[in-house]
């Protein structure tokens, strides 16, 4: 089973081009397959979702991250 926070390769690269809100983080706004945006979406690395807003629990795949821009 793959982990459920790893975001795709081809987001991993767009996030390595974004700035980074604090040291190894990238804020924003996930855009799913379905068309719904999540805010104040936390990755780290360019590669692991740790946080969603104040919140630890993650309740989507990011399987489904299509898009992501700027917070």
Do not use: C, H
């Amino acid at each position: 089973m793959a982990n459920q926070t790893i975001v795709s390769a081809q987001i991993q690269e767009k996030l390595q081009l974004m700035p980074e809100s604090a040291y190894g983080i990238n804020r924003v706004i996930a855009i799913l397959d379905d068309g719904t945006r999540i805010d104040d979406v936390q990755i780290a690395w360019a590669r692991e979702i740790v946080k969603v807003g104040k919140s630890t629990v993650i309740t989507f795949d990011a399987s489904r991250i299509v898009d992501v821009l700027l917070q």
